[in-house]
């Protein structure tokens, strides 16, 4: 089991910036493969970014590839989620989500692991 909580989310005016954070508890993260995912209202949850066990491997979805940047640190068992540029489009739920395995996982269904989510608002 893991349990994840998310942190780091508010309200920030468009072309601002917000750190998100992921930490988990439970069984060793250093195992894990963790993404981040999105849901704005009457939207499906979408991904938005993911990387792998390691580091060392990283991938974006397009509407944030070169704005949004995820990271670890497995010794302080948390992962982020660096959001620079921010546009009023950016907002949503977003949620962390983890999964064991040594390989990159972008889709949503493949994750068995979900954080309760954080809010993040971009106003124009």
């Known amino acids: 089991q893991v349990q994840l909580v998310e942190s780091g989310g508010g309200l920030v005016q468009a072309g601002g910036s917000l750190r998100l954070s992921c930490a988990a508890s439970?069984?060793?993260?250093?195992?894990?493969?963790m993404g981040w995912f999105r849901q704005a209202p009457g939207k499906e949850r979408e991904f938005v970014a993911a990387?792998?066990?390691?580091?060392?491997?990283?991938y974006y979805a397009d509407s944030v590839k070169g704005r949004f940047t995820i990271s670890r640190d497995n010794a302080e068992n948390t992962v982020y989620l660096q959001m620079n540029s921010l546009k009023p489009e950016d907002t949503a739920v977003y949620y962390c989500?983890?999964?064991?395995?040594?390989?990159?996982?972008?889709?949503?269904?493949?994750?068995?692991?979900w954080g309760q989510g954080t809010q993040v608002t971009v106003s124009s």
């Open positions: 989500a983890a999964k064991f395995t040594t390989r990159m996982v972008v889709g949503r269904y493949e994750y068995d692991y």
């Open positions: 439970g069984r060793t993260f250093s195992s894990t493969a």
């Open positions: 990387i792998r066990w390691s580091g060392d491997s990283t």
